[in-house]
Nanobody, 122 residues
Framework: QVQLVESGGGSVQAGGSLRLSCEGS????????MGWFRQAPGKEREGVAV???????TYADSVKGRFTVSRDNSKNTLYLQMHSLKPEDTAMYYC????????????????WGQGTQVTVSS
């Protein structure tokens, strides 16, 4: 069983930056496909950025050029660097792990963290 714990959320003004971290433990291993997802109140959970073991990435159109996903396999840690934050980025951010594929679709991801809140004020 994989355990994931996110950290780094907070409140910032529009235009600011935050860096989220997600530490894996348990049966976590570097071959897992990893992703960041977010969910705003009243909205569906959506994929933000995903990454495979080799560092290949995919981003949602809404965050391209502003967010960067990376991972340190030696530390079992996933990161999301967020710049030029907008009020519409406000959401609970979750990291997730998939054994099967790298996709922005949430359904292949079987392990989830508890989430970290990001709030962006205008």
């Amino acid at each position: 069983q994989v355990q994931l714990v996110e950290s780094g959320g907070g409140s910032v003004q529009a235009g600011g930056s935050l860096r989220l971290s997600c530490e894996g433990s348990g049966n976590f291993y570097s071959g897992l496909f990893m992703g960041w997802f977010r969910q705003a109140p009243g909205k569906e959970r959506e994929g933000v950025a995903v990454i495979d073991r080799a560092g290949t990435t995919t981003y949602a159109d809404s965050v391209k050029g502003r967010f960067t996903v990376s991972r340190d396999n030696s530390k079992n840690t996933l990161y999301l660097q967020m710049h030029s934050l907008k009020p519409e980025d406000t959401a609970m951010y979750y990291c997730a792990a998939s054994y099967s594929k790298m996709t922005l679709d949430r359904y292949p991801y079987s392990a989830w963290g508890q989430g970290t809140q990001v709030t962006v004020s205008s």
